[in-house]
């Protein structure tokens, strides 16, 4: 399966945020992609009020990442925000393609290094996994990176890659920690793992806007052993790589670890 990671910068605009969309999901169909992954806040960046354009998602701007993807033939994962309770917002990965229509809202919330998104943010409640050309992803969104159990629970369910749509929070030693945590959940849930975030605002001259989590880059695709295949930078780019999801079993036969894990 040939999938693509598109490290795209969004802005306010959400108008402009679907001309990246379609500009990078058309590079990724022209090279033969059949599934492409953009990072959180595609809609709109983090540091920009969210709750004036939370639709849901049969609203405009989800209906048109929606014809994007059947214009084109390819699947679209991209991070949004729909309503959701008290005034807040939840922070939603939309999934749409031939045959395919989900989404996730992201359970673990990033308060934490100064940000507080349960301020704004309403939490999602359950896994998430669906199936494209017999196989089976699960999803992810930033902080849940941290969270093991997520990525475990999607594997049990079938999940042979796990998708992590990121906005990550600059500062000391958080790339490291992002690239730590990529890895070890690939061997946490002995699944791929496509890790889609946002670049860097400072690439391509903006700064930080305050402590709002704009993105590092670094987006990655990683073996259910742990082998980077694809390690980006801080700048915008697409990456396109060939994986094999057949490859998942065999592993699992080799280093069992959730059939030998226990819970205590």
């Not at 590079?27 to 354009?53: C, I, S, W, Y």
């Not at 990176?145 to 999607?154: K, S």
């Amino acid at each position: 399966m040939r999938i693509a990671v598109a490290q795209i910068i969004s802005g306010a605009d959400t108008a402009a945020n679907l001309e990246l969309v379609w500009d990078y999901a058309a590079q990724a169909k022209n090279a033969d992609a059949q599934l492409v992954v953009f990072p959180e806040a595609t809609m709109r960046a983090f540091g920009h009020p969210l709750k004036d354009v939370a639709e849901p998602l049969d609203g405009p701007w989800a209906s048109e990442v929606r014809r994007i993807a059947k214009e084109l033939e390819i699947t679209i994962v991209a991070g949004m925000f729909t309503p959701g309770q008290d005034g807040r917002v939840r922070n939603t990965l939309l999934v749409t393609g031939p045959g395919v229509d989900a989404s996730y809202d992201k359970v673990h919330l990033f308060d934490a290094f100064g940000f507080a998104e349960s301020r704004t943010v309403d939490a999602g409640e359950a896994p998430v996994t669906f199936e494209l050309d017999g196989t089976v992803f699960g999803l992810a969104t930033c902080y849940d990176v941290r969270f093991p159990g997520l990525f475990t629970a999607n594997a049990t369910a079938g999940a042979q890659v796990n998708i992590v749509c990121a906005s990550w929070g600059a500062g000391p030693g958080k790339d490291e920690q992002w690239d730590l945590l990529v890895r070890a959940r690939a061997l946490d849930s002995t699944t791929f793992v496509v890790a889609c975030g946002q670049g860097d605002p400072e690439t391509v001259g903006a700064g930080p806007a305050g402590t709002a989590p704009t993105g590092i880059g670094h987006s990655a695709v990683v073996t259910p052993l742990g082998k980077t295949l694809v390690a980006l930078g801080g700048k915008p780019e697409l990456a396109v790589v060939d994986i094999d999801p057949s490859t998942v079993d065999d592993v699992r036969a080799k280093l069992p670890v959730l059939a030998n894990a226990r819970r205590f």
